[in-house]
T-cell receptor
């Protein structure tokens, strides 16, 4: 099992360009998440999908859109990139059906720079 | 909303014990999680406390007091490989809210 995979690993954009970050998990998890992490800070939730067909805003959704394409895939789109969106982006998934525990599995991250 | 407080840095020598405290304020609470992140890597799950008390997993233990909105992560028999950032996170329904992280540096 690959776990959670993300593409690309690195990306440089110019202000105003658009791009989509891809995420896929092979653990049959219901819930998927997108976070951003800025230097010296914790992870901040951008959007999440509690189950296939649903998406909800997290703490910092402005400037982003998401698509839960199917149970495996959850993509994050930047329509018009801004320098403030320079960050490391992590995708995660979890099996929320297990009440006794709560483990999120993270992908390797995408390091995005917006010039 | 949620807010979490944890120390920004801790330094200790190999073999020592380190306790990382976390206090939180949240409108809804399901449990407290701990994650480890090595420099440049992805966060990895360490432990989760939904109920009061101590959970032990090898050299790491985690404690929760729901009445005090407080928890801690205890790292015992520190090893060089434990040098990393440690994040507490509050679970509120489907979402996790993370603290800013504690950087643990282990010295020989």
């Amino acid at each position: 099992n690959a776990g959670v995979t993300q593409t690309p690993k690195f990306q440089v954009l110019k202000t105003g360009q658009s791009m989509t970050l891809q995420c896929a998990q092979d653990m049959n998890h219901n819930s998927m998440y997108w976070y951003r992490q800025d230097p010296g800070m914790g992870l901040r939730l951008i959007y999440y999908s509690a189950s296939e067909g649903t998406t909800d805003k997290g703490e910092v959704p402005n400037g982003y859109n998401v698509s839960r394409l199917n149970k495996r895939e959850f993509s994050l789109r930047l329509e018009s990139a801004a320098p403030s969106q320079t960050s490391v982006y992590f995708c995660a998934s979890s099996d929320r059906d297990r009440i006794s525990t709560d483990t999120q599995y993270f992908g390797p991250g995408t390091r995005l720079t917006v010039l | 909303g949620q807010s979490l407080e944890q120390p920004s840095e801790v330094t200790a020598v190999e073999g020592a014990i380190v306790q990382i405290n976390c206090t939180y304020q949240t409108s809804g609470f399901y449990g407290l999680s701990w994650y480890q992140q090595h420099d440049g890597g992805a966060p990895t799950f360490l432990s989760y406390n939904a109920l009061d008390g101590l959970e032990e997993t090898g050299r790491f233990s985690s404690f929760l007091s729901r009445s005090d909105s407080y928890g801690y992560l205890l790292l015992q028999e520190l090893q060089m490989k434990d040098s990393a950032s440690y994040f507490c996170a509050v679970r509120e329904d489907y979402k996790l809210s993370f603290g800013a992280g504690t950087t643990v540096t282990v010295r020989a």
